[in-house]
């Protein structure tokens, strides 16, 4: 029996299976995936399709790709869903260009390549009174001759992370917290001796441990409105150098006035699809400092699916069914994590250990890769590997706290 839609997600990491797994569960569907290596959470699982292709960033081969699985389900409409931020360009590259029966919710690619800057998403933010942390933008030609209107340690990161990747070198962490000045430099230095062709971003240490951190998940409609706006306070994030800053444990929490002040700058600039917030708040001044906007829906995207707002039901009734949605800011309790429950309390403040016991006795927890309509042997394997494999990395890269 031919289907109506088919989700077609690029990428291959917990990103891709959540998205996946929202469709499972809200329509019983496998959704077709294509990442670059055999591994990950969405290989060898029962719930995708799976193909691996090396050139999978490509832009032929990627557009070849989206072409031939639409032409083999010509009668029916194709999602076309990034789960990473080379996908999701390339989707907004390229949408004019796929057949007819492809639906690519995102931006066009010159408002995409503006938000996806951080520079100028924070010249942006500035006009919409979101705050963000004290920042100076740093290109090649100022060498060493700059001044930093902040104390160490510094925090350091590409403008343009798509570019950033491109350009890999030797210790090339996703994100650098920078004892001193000299340290600074070194980074700064390393990152244009390898090609990196784009501004870097040095920004003042917000204090506070991993609590401090928030996640804001919105999705707007084909319209350009907000439809829903999840708020999620991040309890625990990974502190492995490639994975820093990754969320590992999520506590659904609604913040009316943050949330409004996100849709207003949504809705104005003609936003569509998901867009994601990183924020932490800072308690000198008592206000929320967002980091960057993700153009797509964030890696722990399933926190909000198992908050009970399913991702894949707002596409498919806005994209598909055409219905209106209503406007919502979420506000069930739920909590969501990726790591042992041990690890959480072990490396969670105990202020919010009351908070997890409760929600876990009462069946409000989820897990984006533990799902009982996906256990064959190899998977329940896979992911009993992953779970423990987070004792190690922790107790390598961050203390207890507790």
Request: glycine residues 6%.
């Amino acid at each position: 029996m031919s289907q109506n839609f088919y989700p077609l997600l690029f990428g291959g990491d917990i990103n891709v299976y959540s998205v996946a797994r929202a469709f499972h569960e809200a329509y019983g569907i496998k959704s077709t995936c294509f990442g670059k290596f055999a591994s990950g959470p969405a290989d060898r699982s029962a719930i995708i399709d799976y193909h691996v292709c090396a050139e999978n960033e490509d832009a032929d081969v990627y557009l070849k790709n989206v072409t031939d699985f639409a032409n083999a389900h010509a009668d029916s409409t194709v999602l076309v869903i990034g789960c990473g931020d080379s996908y999701v360009k390339l989707a907004a590259e390229n949408k004019d260009r796929f057949p007819a029966n492809c639906i690519a919710p995102y931006i066009d690619a010159d408002l995409l390549n503006t938000l996806i800057n951080k520079a100028q998403f924070y010249r942006m933010a500035e006009k919409y009174g979101i705050d963000y942390p004290s920042t100076v933008i740093y290109t090649a030609d100022m060498g060493s001759d700059y001044e930093l209107p902040f104390e160490p340690p510094y925090i350091c990161k590409p403008a343009c992370s798509v570019t950033y990747w491109e350009h890999p070198f030797e210790g090339n962490d996703k994100v650098f917290i920078l004892p001193t000045r000299e340290k600074l430099q070194e980074v700064l230095d390393k990152c244009y001796a390898a090609g990196y062709p784009d501004e870097m971003i040095i920004q003042e240490f917000i204090p506070g441990d991993d609590s401090y951190m928030h996640v804001l998940t919105n999705y707007s409609d084909q319209n350009g409105k907000v439809k829903l706006m999840c708020m999620g306070h991040v309890l625990l994030e990974e502190h492995t150098p490639h994975g820093l800053g990754n969320h590992a444990v999520i506590l659904t929490e609604k913040n009316e006035e943050l949330a409004l002040k996100f849709k207003r700058f949504l809705e104005d600039i003609g936003y569509v699809g998901f867009s994601n917030f990183d924020i932490k708040y800072d308690e000198r001044d008592g206000k929320y400092k967002a980091f960057e906007i993700n153009c797509r829906q964030g890696r722990s995207n399933y926190y909000v699916t198992g908050a009970g707002y399913n991702i894949a039901k707002l596409l498919v009734e806005d994209l598909i069914e055409k219905k209106e949605l209503p406007f919502v800011i979420a506000d069930r309790e739920s909590l969501w994590r990726v790591v042992p429950r041990e690890v959480a309390h072990d490396y969670i403040v105990s202020d919010y250990h009351e908070t997890m016991d409760r929600l876990e006795k009462t069946g409000n927890v989820s897990n984006s890769l533990v799902y009982k309509k996906d256990s064959g042997f190899m998977r329940k394997l896979w992911v009993k590997h992953n779970l423990n494999s987070h004792k190690q990395k922790f107790a390598a890269y961050y203390e207890k706290k507790n």
